[in-house]
């Protein structure tokens, strides 16, 4: 499996992106993938996640101005960011857990539960 980010760059506080996850290998019929955040001398954060039966789950901190979505046909994971705030300058990842558990455990974005990584997009916040 492998996954590539792309959609990131530099953009002003309250402007909006939309990451893309592109994967290829991927043959899991249950899944659990996500999206995850870091930022230099923060620890990991986990956004975003969505199951193969389409249930989303999202961290407090981004709820309401982020929404992932997955497009199967194109085997395609994306993440709109709208209302961007300088902390959301980071380094962001998407992941999945191609198992039953992950599948179940989904919402917990527990980054424990992923297989494969990305190798992520930078995402920057200017004022």
């Known amino acids: 499996v492998q996954l590539v980010e792309s959609g990131g760059g530099s953009v002003q506080s309250g402007g909006s992106l939309r990451l893309s996850c592109a994967a290829s290998g991927f043959t899991y019929f249950v899944y659990c993938m996500a999206w995850f955040r870091q930022a230099p001398g923060k620890e990991r954060e986990g956004l975003a996640s969505?199951?193969?039966?389409?249930?989303?789950n999202y961290a407090d901190s981004v709820k309401g101005r982020f929404t992932i979505s997955q497009d199967n046909a194109k085997n395609t994971l994306y993440l709109q960011i709208d209302s961007l705030d300088f902390e959301d300058t980071a380094m962001y990842y998407c992941?999945?857990?191609?198992?039953?558990?992950?599948?179940?455990?989904?919402?917990?974005?527990?980054?424990?539960?992923?297989?494969?990584w990305g190798q992520g997009t930078q995402v920057t916040v200017s004022s």
């Open positions: 969505i199951n193969s039966a389409g249930n989303t």
């Open positions: 992941a999945v857990g191609g198992t039953y558990y992950a599948h179940s455990r989904c919402a917990s974005r527990d980054a424990s539960l992923m297989n494969y």
